[in-house]
């Protein structure tokens, strides 16, 4: 009887201790899955983080959302070559380098140029895709600007009147059609050329180059045939002066 009655406070005691360390474990299992819960949201799917902190109202989880998705975000950088000629480079440079600042300030890259021959650079743009395809953008926009240059070029001097025409109607012709400024060196030059000094572009130059070039052609030939002319024309025969003095008319002798 009394080994029954000590037997029973036993079984109650270890009962009760069965269900207090059952609701001890519940409790600590929802304690970890809240964690582990909230710990997903701050390390874990970036779009799922992205989307709880942006439905919260709290200021702190505002700024965490930003950085979540600046890291997520966040692309490989790579680099591209673009090679470009010597007339385009100081384009693309610009005064001071203010167009090649303006281009890495907006498009986040930075842009660096080596010498690849004599008459090329190698542009490299280091950044992310979007950014490189910006810079490639801008670059070949400013390529794309027509140059202006200034050549010069040799004609006769005997052609420089048909050149200029009449009070210079020829040359302003030449300017007019080629859009081209056109300037010919002074008459008190010395020697069988003069230079004449075109700017514009390098079509501009090269339309005025063509009217000039014509110019000359058309002196030549008129001058060739004037002296085929005076070859072809015969000599006038001299005759001997008559003389004043009257012939003396004879008379019968009587």
Not at 82 to 96: A, D, E, M, Q
Not at 202 to 223: G, H, M, P, T, W
Request: with cysteine; glycine share 6%; net charge neutral.
């Amino acid at each position: 009887m009394m080994k029954s009655q000590s037997t029973v406070p036993i079984i109650l005691g270890l009962s009760l201790l069965s269900v207090g360390g059952a609701c001890v474990y519940a409790f600590l299992k929802k304690k970890k899955d809240e964690f582990a819960d909230s710990s997903d949201s701050f390390t874990g799917n970036a779009a799922t983080a992205t989307t709880s902190f942006d439905e919260a109202d709290s200021g702190i989880s505002n700024k965490i959302a930003r950085l979540v998705r600046m890291i997520s975000q966040q692309e490989e950088v790579k680099s591209v070559e673009v090679t470009l000629s010597n007339k385009i480079v100081p384009l693309v440079v610009g005064r001071k380098g203010y167009t090649l600042r303006h281009i890495q300030d907006s498009t986040k890259t930075e842009i660096q140029f080596r010498e690849l021959d004599e008459s090329h650079q190698v542009c490299t743009i280091h950044g992310t895709e979007a950014g490189i395809q910006a810079a490639e953008q801008l670059i070949m926009k400013e390529a794309s600007r027509q140059i202006t240059l200034t050549e010069e070029m040799l004609v006769p001097q005997t052609a420089c009147g048909k050149i200029l025409g009449r009070c210079g109607d020829a040359l302003q012709e030449i300017c007019r059609k080629s859009m081209a400024k056109v300037w010919i060196e002074g008459a008190r030059v010395l020697g069988e050329n003069r230079r004449i000094m075109i700017t514009g572009t390098q079509d501009q130059i090269n339309v005025a180059r063509s009217l000039i070039e014509q110019k000359v052609k058309d002196d030549a030939d008129f001058r060739r045939s004037q002296e085929q002319l005076d070859i072809r024309r015969e000599p006038r025969i001299r005759t001997p002066p008559s003389s004043m003095t009257a012939t003396p008319v004879p008379r019968e002798v009587l």
